[in-house]
């Protein structure tokens, strides 16, 4: 069992492996964060995760948060969902956003607010609201691609680290070299001529043979000797 657990130079095709597998998840991943997400799922994905970290820790914690909300005509603040809000760039340069037409026939403008928010409460919130539970469903493809990446390369890796000289090249020779013996085996035993087995001599009976066995003859009860007979016990 110690042969397996090699030192960690030996393995250095699986890391390989397995670092590309997490580069590629990771390339994907950031490719539909940029292509698939709109700008409130971009925007509030920070809060996301942080509310999501404190929240699992407690179900009582608080914590101050920025949020992009809409002002409504009657001045009620609601957090803004993605179809509501888009990324654009300011005068300076900087991204901002702005109010969309579906967002636009609910809110009169956009403002900053920064205020305490349940941890737990704010994480359920945005999921359902902002990300509308696709979250990890944006997550499924990269990791897919991820998972075909190490079912193609591991098979690769992991014998040329556990044992340096492996080769596919050379197994499958061996395999085709072996099919190849068989195959002339069979054509040989095949082209020789069929041989009638020989024919064992009968065994002559024991009745028929000439000079029969002498048979000791039994003697009769009065040639026997007597046996000794052991002295009775008495009790005086």
């Known amino acids: ?24 998840f990771c390339a994907l991943y950031v490719q539909s964060y940029r292509n698939d997400w709109n700008a409130a799922e971009r925007l509030d994905i920070w809060v996301y995760l942080e509310s999501g970290v404190w929240g699992s820790l407690s179900e009582s914690s608080w914590t101050s948060y920025k949020l992009l909300e809409g002002v409504t005509a009657k001045k009620i603040l609601v957090p803004v969902d993605g179809d509501e809000i888009e990324s654009v760039t300011g005068p300076d340069g900087e991204p901002t956003y702005r109010l969309t037409a ?12 920064t205020s305490g928010y349940n941890d737990r409460k704010l994480h359920y919130f945005l999921r359902r609201w902002v990300f509308h539970d696709d979250l990890y469903e944006s997550a499924r493809r990269p990791f897919y691609w991820a998972l075909a990446l190490l079912a193609v390369l591991l098979p690769l890796a992991i014998p040329r680290d556990r044992w340096p000289k492996f080769s596919y090249v050379k197994q499958w020779r061996k395999l ?12 040989v035993k095949a082209a020789a001529p069929t041989v009638n087995p020989p024919v064992a001599a ?3 009976r024991l009745q028929s043979s000439p000079n029969p066995l002498p048979v000791a003859a039994a003697k009769p009860p009065e040639a026997r000797p007597a046996a000794a007979k052991k002295p009775r016990p008495r009790f005086e």
């Open 1 to 24: 069992m110690r042969d397996w657990f090699a030192p960690p130079r030996y393995w250095k095709w699986t890391r390989r492996t397995l670092i590309a597998a997490g580069v590629l």
């Open 102 to 113: 579906a967002g636009g026939r609910a809110y009169v403008r956009l403002e900053w607010r």
């Open 176 to 187: 085709m070299d072996f099919i190849e013996r068989r195959r002339r085996a069979a054509l």
């Open 202 to 204: 009968p065994v002559a």
